[in-house]
């Protein structure tokens, strides 16, 4: 199903970055498998171009089974060279270490609904002398969270099933939200999941308790986008949006070819100048899940609304920011 559209705003000029590394489930998952790097490209779009599967896989988060869920799917991540030797990590070079969020909902680890999931929060000190606020979160598939430039935790499920977070900092105003964004695949390298090779979807939505949420204030970049077949279809800033959900090349998938841009270190900094990332997309909550971990949850993301990049197919590490000068009047 292709998603209803409402742009945030129209594109800005052109960014033009050094080459990066960086789905509700329709059939059942089907393992990663090594393949050899096939050829590979370079473009014009200012990334790195890659075709074929990664060369090698390694598992990059710490849920390696569900004790509950019947439709698990590993995160798992993988390695590419393009043209020039340089590796990139797909999909991204996600927090490994770091702490996760608390679930309100996990049906894979834990029961599934988790009234007592307030108590369980513990603050993380961003800034000492700061407010205290409490951020309500979900990711299809994956999100880490940065506040201030800190990272405070990420999605306890990489890839399915789909849970729901919560999560409790200090930090004082002006606050800068950040976000690390992943559509997760189970063919590394070519964008595509499942036995039926299916092009998924991302989407990502948050309330916070000071009043800030997910919106059209919100500007959002793409890191890592696959499929593609042909570069041209890629316009300025990035805007993939008139590149097919499913080029040619999913009749052949190892053919598919996959773009890069470098994150910059400083992503999610206060002081990183993000004027010329895209505003974002918003999307309907029904074009991005029905799954229970959203949508038995909905109240709690108020007026918040699921942003991503102007394709949600493609574009598979997304970075989004937003900077709240002060709390929302009551």
Known sequence: M??????????????????????????????????????????????AMTTGLVSSTFACDSVASCSGASRFNEALCGTIDDPS?????????????????????????????????????????????????????????????????QYVCRDAIGFTPFNSSASRFQAAYPITYAVRLIDWGTHLGI??????????????????????????????????????????CVGANRDTSACPREPECVGDPESCSA????????????????????AVSLYAADDVTRTPGYANYAELFGE?????????????????RVTIDAPASP
């Open 259 to 278: 773009l890069h841009w470098a994150v910059p270190d400083d992503w999610a900094a206060p002081g990183f100048d993000d004027t010329d990332w895209p």
């Open 191 to 232: 964008g595509m999941e499942y036995d039926s090779y299916n092009v998924g979807d991302g989407g990502f939505i948050a309330r916070f308790s000071d009043g800030a949420v997910t919106g059209a204030d919100w500007r959002c970049q793409v890191f890592y986008a696959a499929p593609v077949d042909d570069v041209n």
């Open 304 to 320: 918040a609304e699921f942003i991503w990049t102007k394709n949600l197919n493609i574009d598979n590490q997304v970075l989004c």
């Open 85 to 149: 030797g340089r590796t990139w990590t797909i999909p991204a070079e996600v927090n490994t270490s770091g702490a996760t969020c608390v679930d309100i909902y996990n049906d894979c680890t834990g029961d599934g609904d988790n009234p007592d999931y307030l108590a369980q929060l513990s603050t993380v000190v961003v800034d000492g002398e700061g407010a205290e606020i409490t951020a309500t979160l979900f990711g299809d598939n994956f999100f880490e969270l940065y506040v201030n430039g």
């Open 2 to 47: 292709f998603p209803r559209r409402r742009f945030a705003a129209a594109l800005v000029p052109l960014l033009v970055l050094a080459a990066a590394g960086c789905a509700a489930p329709a059939d059942p998952p089907q393992a990663v498998t090594d393949a050899p790097v096939t050829e590979v490209e370079s473009d014009s779009v200012g990334a």
